[in-house]
């Protein structure tokens, strides 16, 4: 069965703490790793999508990395507007859908 | 990249009656989507918007309860028919352009 997890379910970190963000996966026929940021009470902002083990990508604090079995959000020096939910999503499966993990729940503390 | 709005932001409705949501992408997209999130849940696939046939349910919801039409490339709408409080969620209307995938700001449904 098709799966994403997150962890840890939740994480607060201190203004200027680094830390990472965890999603592994096992979606067949994986054609894409997408991250989301999801404010309260608003839609999912979209972030990154990766495609291919080794790739990475950046902005401005955030950096996104995958691997054949997870992806790694890193979030370098955060600051408080960083506080959100942060959700990851494999496409893939026979539809090719998003299958969502259940989120991490970021709050950085001034 | 695409940029979704939906109407009505959110709505108290009462249990027995339909909302139905509208959805609007601000340029031609090749697939939309409805999800529905629950309070402290991620997102749940209810069904593709097929423009021109018939929406694709995922498997717990159909058609009966969850209508979808999309007219064209831009527009969808999302009825919730004879609501219960169990219908109580965040209706997020998303929109494929290229590979990636954007999503509306979401409707907050509450029924009583």
């Known amino acids: 069965e098709d799966q994403v997890t997150q962890s840890p379910e939740a994480l607060r970190l201190q203004e200027g703490e680094s830390s990472s963000l965890n999603c592994s996966y096992t979606?067949?026929?994986?054609?894409?790793l997408f991250w989301y940021r999801q404010d309260p009470g608003k839609g999912p902002e979209f972030l990154f999508t990766l495609y291919s083990a080794g790739e990475e990508k950046e902005k401005e604090r955030l950096k996104a990395t995958l691997t054949k079995k997870e992806s790694f959000l890193h979030i370098t020096a955060p600051k408080p507007e960083d506080s959100a939910t942060y959700l990851c999503?494999?496409?893939?499966?026979?539809?090719?859908?998003?299958?969502f993990g259940k989120g991490t729940k970021l709050s950085v503390k001034p | 990249s695409a940029v979704i709005s939906q109407k009505p932001s959110r709505d108290i409705c009462q249990r027995g009656t339909s909302l139905t949501i509208q959805c609007q992408v601000d340029?031609?997209?090749?697939?939309m989507f409805w999800y529905r999130q629950q309070p402290g849940q991620s997102l749940t696939l209810i069904a593709t918007?097929?423009?021109?046939?018939?929406?694709?349910?995922e498997s717990g919801f159909v058609i009966d309860k969850f209508p979808i039409s999309r007219p064209n490339l831009t527009f969808s709408t999302l009825t919730v028919s004879n609501m219960s409080p169990e219908d109580s969620s965040i209706y997020l209307c998303s929109a494929r352009a290229s590979y990636e995938q954007y999503f509306g700001p979401g409707t907050r449904l509450t029924v009583t």
């Open positions: 979606v067949s026929g994986l054609r894409g």
């Open positions: 999503a494999g496409r893939g499966g026979s539809q090719g859908n998003l299958i």
């Open positions: 340029s031609q997209v090749t697939m």
């Open positions: 918007a097929n423009q021109g046939s018939e929406a694709t349910y």
